[in-house]
């Protein structure tokens, strides 16, 4: 037993605020993840033109149904809305400028949207610097994001039914 050493820490980043600002400039990243980047910010650079294309549905739910889907099955078997609820409508109004209805549509659509907004000119950013640019630890950092959706997802369904 050395008593003389120093005390280790742990700098994997295994909290928020070091998988988000990390001391270096992020986890560098091979050929194959920086083609996967940019093929996912064209993923949804298009799905943001699709929902520029599609016209909110007014009651503020059921714009996917202008694609062909069918109605909500949990709204239409229990009366009640399902989580996803407004989802598309909510991007609807959000590539408009409308935010206030945007939230109201599905507050987690008006996140996710802000969060796949930004994740498009991260994705370059990462891809010009070969490094996954201020994200050193890409597991945890994910793991927040989608604890964060999840959440809001399921707050907001709740305060639905609620209310």
Same mark, same amino acid.
């Given at each position: ?11 994997? #980043? ?7 600002? *990390?001391?270096?400039? #992020? ?17 949804? !650079? =298009?799905?943001?033109? +699709? =929902? ?5 549905? *007014? ?11 069918? *109605?909500? +099955? ?5 009366? !009640?809305?399902? *989580? ?18 945007? =939230?109201?549509?599905?507050? /987690?659509?008006?996140?996710?949207? !802000?969060?796949?907004?930004?994740? !498009?000119?991260?994705?370059?950013? /990462? ?25 809001? @997802? ?7 039914? @609620?209310?």
């Amino acid at each position: 037993m050395n008593f003389n050493s120093k005390p280790t820490t742990n700098s994997t #980043g295994d909290n928020l605020f070091s998988a988000l600002f *990390p001391s270096s400039p #992020g986890q560098p990243i091979g050929w194959k993840m920086q083609l996967l980047l940019i093929g996912w910010s064209l993923f949804l !650079i =298009a799905g943001f033109s +699709v =929902a520029i294309q599609t016209k909110p549905d *007014p009651r503020g739910f059921g714009t996917h149904q202008r694609f062909g889907f069918a *109605p909500c +099955v949990i709204r239409n078997q229990l009366s !009640i809305p399902c *989580p996803s609820c407004g989802m598309t409508t909510s991007f609807s109004h959000f590539v408009r400028g409308q935010i206030r209805q945007s =939230a109201q549509a599905n507050t /987690s659509g008006l996140v996710l949207a !802000i969060v796949c907004l930004v994740m !498009i000119p991260w994705s370059w950013i /990462s891809v010009y610097h070969k490094r996954l640019w201020l994200v050193s630890n890409p597991e945890v950092c994910l793991l927040w994001l989608m604890c964060g959706l999840v959440l809001i @997802t399921v707050t907001e369904w709740a305060l639905r039914l @609620t209310f």
